[in-house]
């Protein structure tokens, strides 16, 4: 037998004992303290992970070790897991440790027949499906004599009777509590909350506080916040003459106090309610935290089992948090760094509007709130490829795997045929903040075909569904949504943190609508307007084509002379809207085919339009078209070759900001060249927007400031940053390309195997969700450092959709960059995530 406990591997829970949660977990730990705060926790034993790890590589603790754990109580003992994390999880916790045919005789003659009986078979059940691993459904008896059917059971399946040394069934539990720890799914759960692939398990031994007797006997649960919206309330159920799972002779459910309907403990045992509430406020107090207890009465004594933090929604997390910040138990500086980035989206999403017309097609279980509308997709990689397109989707799976995680990020909200509450796609779901409905049994998927079938109904891949995860019902088509609505609490929670961030935080907005979202989410101006989805309206194609076929630059001249007023127009609005806030404006980036019809009927209309022969229009199309529009004619290399473009743009931007400064708001437009490389297109396109800017000032008599500055988008331009910067008030760098260019991958592509690439350990992460620090980073980092080199003053930032991640978010405040952008509704992760960073940097330097 391999000794596995030392001094030090075992410690009762006592006010001085040495207790680490490093160590021995956070659930010894937060037991300890609430020892020290003198509350009625029975009997508890730490054991430490490291003999945890060596059980669960086949070690067994010795059983003079064992046997002292059951001294000086009832006998009986619990088993908790207790992980470095509480988010982490763990086993499910086993009661009733070391109940046998002597002790359950005593307890027959003591407290009743029923009560041992109920103690005995929910041990010998959980033993049987969690330790000897048996059938569940050979164990699932109830009622007079099941505990003699499940004895008789487990010793049928195990040939010999079930163990009656209360040391070898701790030995059993521990060890496969150990061994479930390190198995894959769990491990693969926890990892998905943030935690290390080899985290430690610490395991708590308590000695049973019996449930079961005379008087006022049962046990439950109190907390004294709304796990949902955080607000403060008293909640929790008391299970009167409970044990484990199966129901004692009696037993009821009662509430715990007289505002709820039915019999209440208040009432019933009003000392005993006022106790477990002046605990409570003992524990938010010295645990600086809400706290759910879980606590057993025998016959009117109270004992404290546990104290677990308490389960909440994203915004109770943030009304959590701030409450007790304004109650002075934490700083508000805590306030901000307990709250996680991403969970702020969940307060940010979409709700179906309650007078719209609602189509549904199934119900479900609604795992995770929000909702969100999307094209249907079946497969993670066909999410990916989805959203590298920029195409919203929804995800339908029977159930999902740690094979879809990555396709559950690029979705918009995720449907399962199958699964709970607790089921992989529901934990998953909530953690990413995606609206999510599983159990959808109605639903029937054909993988085969890409179709989703229900009650006669058929529904290809590409078509629109909402997923309503507040309600789990699942509509057709895209129903009229509510914009979320943010309470002072989420307000609070973002002025701490912009007073303690560093990094500024814009938005990328191209029309009034994202403009108006990112003033509403207090972004500090427009890190990016790609200019060229402005011309995709119906009203303004046909003069872009027009355009597009001028034959002269004259021509030209005179299409885009009827897009300048539209164009002016646009820019005048979103100056108004941001109100004196930095607006950098992009100009125009795509290829032209890209503003063509490619089919036969769309070029048939087009040369009807513009009354020219079919071939004529059709060998524009074939000469406009290109192997890789990624690396062609696009940015500015259009710039250059068809530069009336740009000269209207420019005029459109001073006029704007001419009219815009004439009702009082000062404006000063920032215009970014894209797709630079060399120094001298910078060159070229600076002194024909200057030229624009002298003739404007000359015909209106009006002076006006403004910056010109580059995205910074291939690997060339970062590496030449130095010599872009001569000429340049900023740099942006456009991390979307960027990463395409730095790889040789084109996003709309790396969906069909990026899932395979991370599996693998090709790439840590897809580095199209999350910023490739060691290649795009390094990238980052040299363009960031030449370019100061020459020019200390100049404005660094990152544009790409990498600034609404926390993760690249923090590369950014560690490279010193000046601000990031990302889309309006990210930005107040981006907020958040910028400001925890900038207090971790500062706490680093204190430590």
């Not at 409570?280 to 010295?286: F, S």
């Not at 529904?459 to 057709?476: M, P, Q, R």
Request: net charge negative.
């Amino acid at each position: 037998m391999t000794r596995v406990f030392d001094p030090s591997d075992i410690v009762e829970i006592a006010a001085c004992a040495a207790v680490g949660a490093d160590v021995h977990g956070w659930r010894a730990k937060c037991l300890q303290r609430l020892v020290r705060m003198d509350l009625p926790v029975p009997r508890s034993f730490a054991i430490a992970a490291k003999a945890v790890r060596a059980m669960a590589q086949g070690a067994r603790p010795e059983a003079q070790a064992l046997s002292a754990l059951f001294a000086n109580g009832s006998g009986l003992v619990s088993v908790r897991p207790s992980a470095v994390n509480p988010e982490w999880g763990g086993p499910g916790t086993v009661l009733n440790v070391g109940i046998n045919d002597e002790k359950y005789q005593r307890l027959a003659e003591s407290h009743g027949k029923d009560a041992a009986d109920a103690i005995y078979l929910a041990f010998v059940q959980s033993y049987a499906i969690n330790v000897a691993r048996l059938d569940p459904d050979m164990f699932s008896e109830s009622g007079d004599g099941a505990l003699t059917r499940v004895l008789s059971a487990y010793r049928a399946e195990m040939d010999e009777e079930f163990p009656q040394d209360p040391v070898r069934q701790l030995t059993e539990v521990l060890r496969s509590m150990a061994r479930s720890w390190d198995a894959p799914t769990a491990r693969m759960l926890r990892q998905a909350k943030g935690a290390p692939e080899n985290a430690p398990l610490g395991l708590v031994v308590q000695q049973m506080a019996l449930a079961v007797g005379p008087g006022i006997t049962g046990s439950g649960t109190i907390q004294f916040v709304d796990s949902v919206s955080g607000t403060a309330r008293i909640t929790g159920r008391f299970r009167g003459q409970t044990h484990g799972t199966t129901r004692g002779q009696g037993g009821e459910t009662l509430y715990l106090t007289r505002d709820e309907r039915g019999p209440s403990l208040e009432e019933l045992a009003p000392d005993v309610f006022a106790a477990l509430v002046s605990h409570g406020r003992k524990a938010r107090e010295k645990l600086r935290e809400e706290m759910m207890i879980e606590f057993v009465i025998s016959d009117g004594e109270l004992a404290i089992i546990d104290a677990v933090r308490v389960q909440r929604s994203s915004r109770a997390a943030v009304r959590i948090a701030v409450s007790l910040a304004e109650d002075g138990v934490i700083p508000a500086q805590e306030a901000v760094m307990r709250v996680e980035p991403r969970a702020l989206s969940e307060l940010m999403h979409y709700q179906v509007d309650p007078r719209a017309t609602r189509d549904i097609i199934a119900k479900g279980i609604d795992a995770s709130p929000g909702a969100a509308t999307g094209k249907l997709v079946f497969s993670a990689t066909a999410a990916q490829a989805s959203a590298a397109r920029g195409e919203a989707c929804v995800l339908v799976r029977r159930e999902t795997a740690p094979e879809d995680i990555r396709g559950m990020h690029a979705a918009v909200a995720v449907l399962t045929e199958r699964g709970g509450m607790t089921s992989h796609a529901a934990v998953i779901a909530r953690g990413l903040g995606l609206p999510c409905i599983v159990g959808a049994s109605g639903i029937r998927i054909d993988a085969r075909a890409r179709m989703l079938r229900v009650d006669g109904r058929s529904f290809k891949e590409g078509e629109e569904i909402t997923i309503d995860g507040t309600s789990g019902e699942v509509l057709a088509g895209a129903p009229e949504m509510l914009e979320p609505a943010l309470d002072d609490s989420f307000n609070k929670l973002l002025d701490w943190a912009d007073a303690e961030r560093d990094l500024g935080v814009r938005a990328n907005a191209d029309t009034p609508e994202d403009a108006r979202t990112a003033r509403m989410f207090s972004a500090e101006g427009i890190g990016l307007c790609r200019t060229e989805h402005m011309f995709f309206d119906e009203m303004r194609l046909p003069i872009m084509r027009e355009m597009i076929f001028a034959d002269s630059p004259e021509d030209r001249r005179v299409a885009l002379a009827r897009l300048l007023p539209i164009q002016r127009q646009d820019f005048a609005e979103l100056f108004r809207i941001m109100a004196g806030l930095p607006v950098t404006i992009r100009l125009f980036d795509p290829p032209l085919h890209e503003f063509l019809p490619q089919d036969r009927d769309g070029i048939r209309e087009l040369a009807e339009s513009l009354d020219l022969p079919l071939s004529n229009v059709t060998r524009r199309i074939e000469a406009l078209s290109e192997f890789n529009p990624m690396l062609g004619m696009r940015g500015v290399r259009l710039g250059l070759t068809v530069p009336e473009i740009y000269d209207m743009q420019a005029r459109a931007i001073f006029e704007a900001a001419i009219a815009t400064a004439s009702t009082g708001e000062a404006v000063v437009p920032e215009i970014m060249i894209p797709l630079v490389s060399a120094r001298r297109e910078v060159e070229i396109v600076k002194n024909r927007v200057d030229a624009v800017a002298a003739a404007v000032r000359n015909e209106t008599g009006q002076d006006f400031t403004y910056r010109l500055g580059v995205m910074v988008e291939t690997p060339r331009a970062a590496l030449r940053a130095g010599d872009i910067a001569r000429h340049s008030a900023f740099l942006s760098f456009g991390t979307n390309d960027l990463t395409q260019m730095t790889y040789g991958l084109s996003r709309d592509d790396a969906g069909r195997f990026m899932g395979k690439y991370v599996q693998q350990g090709v790439y840590d992460e897809d580095p199209f969700h999350i910023l490739d620090e060691d290649g795009v980073g390094e990238l980052l980092l040299t363009g960031a450092k030449r370019a100061r080199d020459v020019e200390p003053e100049i404005t660094i930032s990152v544009c790409g959709e990498h600034g609404g991640n926390p993760q690249s978010i923090a590369f950014c405040h560690r490279a010193g960059l000046d601000y990031i952008s990302c889309s309006p509704f990210r930005v107040p992760v981006a907020r958040l995530a910028a400001a925890q960073e900038s207090i971790r940097g500062r706490q680093a330097k204190i430590s």
